[in-house]
């Protein structure tokens, strides 16, 4: 079946740092990906999408600027949580949609925490 | 907008079987269902996925009348490793919204 890979699974950084997390499609191309974020006990919460080679569209209430997005190729997107501080920490988890069925494929996440 | 609804939670035993339905009055015409599991701190896995009628694989059978307008994902003979949380999912064109999932509790 479809694997989606993240990395790294787990990241602790200081406040202020910026991290960046990899969304990696391994056996199928990924024209779209999508971000979501998670907190304990709540539902996935889809942050943006990004489609390879354009700009990501983020959701309402998502800041571009401090969650910066890259696809720049069919099996790789990146999330790059700039400035971050301790609100930040959360749960991250990518998915990719198998552009020949209507299928999202999930990572295992990555947990965030920022002291 | 479309938006999904499913029970909070549910309870079950070992080897019963476990139908749980999911409401979604807007579906659009291009959408198609998916119902994924997901454990604590991992990401869902995919279940399985229809547009109409019956579908069945491996591990489940998703059943879908013919207005679309619900979708019960069938989990036959649950046993403890099948308690986890459980989303169903429209994908197509219509805006990507996670529902708050179904709780399953499977006791021996």
């Known amino acids: 079946g479809a694997v989606v890979s993240q990395h790294p699974s787990r990241v602790i950084c200081k406040s202020g740092t910026s991290v960046k997390i990899e969304c990696r499609s391994l056996d199928f191309q990924a024209t779209t990906m999508f971000w979501y974020r998670q907190f304990p006990k709540k539902s996935l919460m889809l942050m943006a999408t990004?489609?390879?080679?354009?700009?990501?569209?983020?959701e309402q209430g998502v800041e571009k600027d401090k969650f910066l997005i890259n696809h720049a190729s069919l099996t790789l997107s990146t999330l790059t949580v700039t400035s971050a501080h301790p609100e930040d920490s959360s749960f991250y988890i990518c998915?990719?949609?198998?552009?020949?069925?209507?299928?999202?494929?999930f990572g295992p996440g990555t947990r965030l925490l920022v002291l | 907008l479309a938006k999904t609804t499913q029970p909070i939670s549910m309870d079950s035993y070992e080897g019963q079987e476990v139908n749980i339905t999911c409401s979604h009055n807007n579906i659009a015409t291009n959408d198609y269902i998916t119902w994924y599991q997901q454990f604590p701190s991992q990401g869902p896995r995919f279940i399985i996925q229809?547009?109409?009628t019956k579908v069945t694989n491996e591990v489940a059978s998703l059943f879908i009348p013919a207005d679309r307008k619900s979708s019960t994902l069938s989990l036959p003979r649950v046993s403890l490793s099948d308690t986890a949380v459980y989303y169903c999912?429209?994908?197509?064109?219509?805006?990507?919204?996670f529902g708050k999932g179904t709780m399953l509790l499977v006791s021996p």
């Open positions: 229809g547009y109409k």
């Open positions: 998915s990719a949609r198998d552009g020949s069925q209507e299928t999202q494929y």
């Open positions: 999912l429209l994908s197509g064109y219509s805006t990507l919204t």
């Open positions: 990004s489609n390879e080679g354009s700009k990501a569209t983020y």
